[in-house]
């Protein structure tokens, strides 16, 4: 009996973990002819085997320094490809002894041009052959100089170098295991959401399933809507601006006044949507000049939690909602012009208007124009998802109602959007993407310290957040739990998520405490109370059409 329980229990484990082929050793020369007999035109730049437990020593890489430690034994290649039009992007791929027997690509964040690899070290973590690209340049979350008079580079960083890193990793995923992946996903945030939409239109192909986190799909607008944005607050000696220092003010305020409005009070704001916010209260009282708004300010605060509306009532972009106040700093900002310099680049370098172009000049001229050039086709606006659907895709989005640095409102225009295009096709847009609105997160992860929301999901830069060797849920790594794995499931067994559990621990320690958990539902259903459990628990909570 015991014989027979552990030969089960090894011919799972042997079943699950494959091992790599041992004739096949990690080296250059290898991948070199994996290359080459695939027709991809590309140099091997290295190929390191790591030892269980190891560290993937990042080097010469601005945008993303961090390296993954405690790795699964894994073999580290990084390829750099010469594309058709004769720029070059490089990504980096792990390939895992024990392969779960699927890829992973993960997303970048703004402008950065590296590759991603403390992302890819919490792919591995899963098992997953993962990849991540470079995007065809080299350099920080807001550089764009790279771009000016490079519109080749720019058609790199909107979609064509992930798709050629996912082409090609697929080749050498199938050279190296000696069998093709049987499922392949995509995970990414901000810009990596939109590399991820970008991807299921443009190559529906390439994934079976996209976790797409707060994605910045659509890039004409909303990189011209930081610098408008910003200008609300600018500048520092005008008697609108609102110091920094009256953010938090601002924000507890909200908090006090949007919290209970939901039903619960529990320091999360969970619909900003329903809040009939009064900004009055807030206005300065005769001869009190501290912790307080004059009539100026409270026209700013009016501006920031506005749309951004054009002459004849044309809608440019969302809002900033409320509960996002802690994370002002990026979007509303200090009234410095160093920072509105600083979200200037994309009308400098993408759209190619040069340096001389400023803030001042943003017109809704400016808007069109962008939707004229569309640079690099990266714009994630083909709300007809049909194709991807049609061949049994499965999308996973979401988005935190606290974000400070993209409006959350957008998630929902696209979403919106897509019901819209599909309807037409008959498709129900349950069957193959939800949204998750995260109540009291903020920009891909965290939440403000006032609010103490659960948001951890093991969506895309999560683990990175928190330590360098995480993955997955620690103790609720399941599809219940962890996205990832919730999109797996979906994708490979049919079972949707009809919920994703997220997770708060002390301090954002993953050794210490769970200190709240509760379930995100699939919009427009709402976490909706039990009226006697324990607030903090999930089980107290069930999602419900609420209005
Ligand atoms: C590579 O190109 C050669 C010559 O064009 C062709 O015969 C071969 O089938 C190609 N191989 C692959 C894997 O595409
Ligand atoms: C893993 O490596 C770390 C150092 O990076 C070491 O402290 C730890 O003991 C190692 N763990 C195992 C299980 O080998
Ligand atoms: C660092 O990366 C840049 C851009 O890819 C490259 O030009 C430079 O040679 C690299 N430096 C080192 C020390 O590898
Ligand atoms: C990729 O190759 C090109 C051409 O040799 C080179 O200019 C570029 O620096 C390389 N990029 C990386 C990241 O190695
Ligand atoms: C743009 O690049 C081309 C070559 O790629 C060069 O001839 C031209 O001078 C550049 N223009 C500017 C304004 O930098
Ligand atoms: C604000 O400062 C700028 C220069 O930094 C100056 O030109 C302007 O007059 C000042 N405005 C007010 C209202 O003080
Ligand atoms: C405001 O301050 C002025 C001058 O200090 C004083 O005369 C006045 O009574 C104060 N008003 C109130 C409402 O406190
Ligand atoms: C606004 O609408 C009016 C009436 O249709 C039209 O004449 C005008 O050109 C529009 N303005 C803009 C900026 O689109
Ligand atoms: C941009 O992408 C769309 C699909 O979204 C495609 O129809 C169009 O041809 C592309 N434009 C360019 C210039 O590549
Ligand atoms: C699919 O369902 C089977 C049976 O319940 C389970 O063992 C497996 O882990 C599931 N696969 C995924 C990816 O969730
Ligand atoms: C509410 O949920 C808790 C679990 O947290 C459970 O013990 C309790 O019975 C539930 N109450 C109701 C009214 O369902």
Known sequence: MLFAISLLSLGTLALARPSAPRSLSCTAATFEAFLASSNITATVNSAQAIAANGTFEVTNNTAYPSSPTKLQALCAVEVNVTSEAGTHYSFGLFLPDAWNNRFLAVGNGGYAGGINYIDMGAGAGYGFAVMSTDTGHSGGFQETAWAYNNTESITDWGWRAMHGSTVASKALINAWYGSASEYNYFSGCSVGGRQGLRALQLFPEDFDGVSAGAPAWWTTHNQLWAVK???????????????????????????????????????????????????????????VTESCLIPDQIETLNKIYNDWVETNQTYVFSHLLLGTEASWNNDVGTGSLATL??????????????????????????????????????????????????????????????????????????????????????????????????????????????????????????????????????????????VILALMAWVENGTAPDSIIATKWVDDNTQAEVSRQRPICPYPKEAKYNGTGDVDSADSWECATLY
């Open 341 to 482: 310099e600083s979200q200037s680049g994309f009308a400098q370098d993408l759209m190619q208007l040069g340096d001389s172009w400023t803030f001042e000049d943003l017109t809704i001229e400016t808007v069109e124009l962008a939707d004229e050039i569309n640079p690099g086709n990266a714009t994630a606006d083909d709300f007809d998802l049909s194709p991807f659907y049609n061949r049994g895709g499965k999308l996973i989005h979401h988005h935190g109602l606290s974000d400070g640095t993209l409006a959350t409102g957008s998630s929902l225009y696209f979403y919106t959007h897509v019901v819209r295009a599909i309807w037409e096709h008959g498709i129900d847009v349950d069957d193959f993407y939800r949204l998750f609105l995260i109540p009291g997160m903020e920009h891909c992860q965290s939440t403000p310290s006032n609010m103490n929301a659960p948001w951890y999901i093991a969506g895309a830069n999560q683990p990175a957040s928190i330590s360098t060797s995480l993955h997955s849920v620690p103790c609720f790594s399941d599809a219940k739990h962890d």
């Open 229 to 287: 944005t910003l200008t609300y607050n600018y500048p520092a000696n005008a008697s609108h601006f609102i110091p920094s220092s009256m953010f938090n003010v601002i924000g507890a305020e909200v908090i006090k006044q949007c919290d209970p409005q939901d039903g619960v009070t529990d320091t999360i704001i969970s619909d900003p949507f329903r809040c009939n916010f009064n900004p009055l209260t807030l206005l300065c009282a005769p001869n």
